[in-house]
């Protein structure tokens, strides 16, 4: 077991509200255990978002494309003190400013490892300069690429295997906010934040089957 997989996240109830802890691995046994996770774009000034491939010994849907970074805080973190972690040991990356542009409540289930995603999934933005510098983990990355957002949402349709199923949903929520260049859903400038336990903005949505 990977170091992290022992680490805790929070169980929470399908309006965010915080239930009890449980390690990542526990949350991610089959059937899943709701908890909050959250989901990083980076944006550069043309409008395209970061991809990354996500590596081959990742635990769950290795090896296909996802957002910028993915991850849990731990209980009673902040979403950004969270992020930034992450977005330090997986791309390397310096500190950003976030904005989150909305909830996506999922479940999906890898058909490879047998674990499960079932996840109260806050989707956070990042704007970067063009030239931002990044040092992928190959442990955790095994490729980068940039793609506009409305081009990406086809290219999931077309071959959503290549995806993780999450994706779709995460990349819907930035432009449902006013798009790349837009404002966030709650109307607020780059950099306000958003509480947690705000109720998802959609019907929770399944992927994978249950």
Request: net charge negative; charged share 25%; glycine share 10%.
């Amino acid at each position: 077991m990977k170091s992290r997989e022992g680490h805790l996240v929070e169980l929470v109830d399908d309006t965010g509200h915080v239930l009890g802890e449980a390690t990542v691995a526990a949350a991610h046994q089959a059937p899943g255990r709701l908890h909050r996770a959250f989901s990083v774009l980076l944006v550069d000034p043309q409008g395209r978002v970061l991809l990354q491939r996500r590596a081959a010994v990742k635990t769950r849907f290795p090896q296909r494309w996802a957002n910028s970074c993915c991850g849990h805080p731990g209980p009673r973190q902040s979403l950004a003190e969270a992020a930034n972690r992450r977005l330090r040991e997986e791309l390397g990356a310096e500190p950003v400013s976030l904005t989150e542009v909305g909830v996506y409540l999922y479940y999906a289930e890898d058909p490879v490892t047998g674990r499960v995603e079932f996840e109260y999934d806050h989707v956070l933005r990042a704007d970067v300069p063009a030239d931002v510098t990044l040092l992928p983990d190959p442990d955790e990355v095994s490729e980068l690429r940039w793609v506009d957002p409305v081009r990406l949402m086809t290219e999931i349709e077309a071959d959503p295997r290549a995806y993780a199923p999450w994706l779709g949903g995460v990349v819907s929520r930035l432009l449902r906010s006013g798009g790349p260049a837009g404002t966030t859903s709650s109307g607020g400038p780059a950099g306000t934040t958003i509480p947690s336990g705000v109720p998802a903005d959609d019907a929770p949505e399944r992927s994978g089957g249950r």
